[in-house]
C-alpha cells in the first residue's frame, strides 16, 4: 500500500507554525507493507503514531519518520 503526501506539510508547536520535512513523502510516498492476503474492498485501518513520527531536528527543523502500523 502507498500513501502519497502532499508538498506543504507543518508542525504547530507553541503557537509558531514550522514546515515539516518529509524525505521522500511527497514523491515517492509512504509504504506499508501487507503481508497477507486482502480481499476486495476489505478494510485496513492504518494507525499513525504522531508523537513518534514527528522529531525536532533544532530549534526551527521537524521531520517526519512515519511509525504506521496496520491493525
Do not use: C, H, W
Not at 508542525?11 to 521522500?24: E, G, M, R
Amino acid at each position: 500500500m502507498r500513501l502519497i503526501l502532499g508538498d506543504s506539510n507543518s508542525i504547530k508547536v507553541n503557537d509558531t507554525t514550522f514546515p515539516l520535512s518529509i524525505p521522500s513523502g511527497a514523491e515517492s510516498g509512504l509504504k506499508i507493507k501487507v503481508n497477507q492476503p486482502l480481499e476486495p474492498f476489505q478494510t485496513l485501518i492504518v494507525d499513525f503514531d504522531a508523537g513518534l513520527s514527528v522529531n525536532q531536528i533544532d530549534s526551527s527543523t521537524y521531520k517526519l519518520n512515519p511509525v504506521l502500523k496496520l491493525k
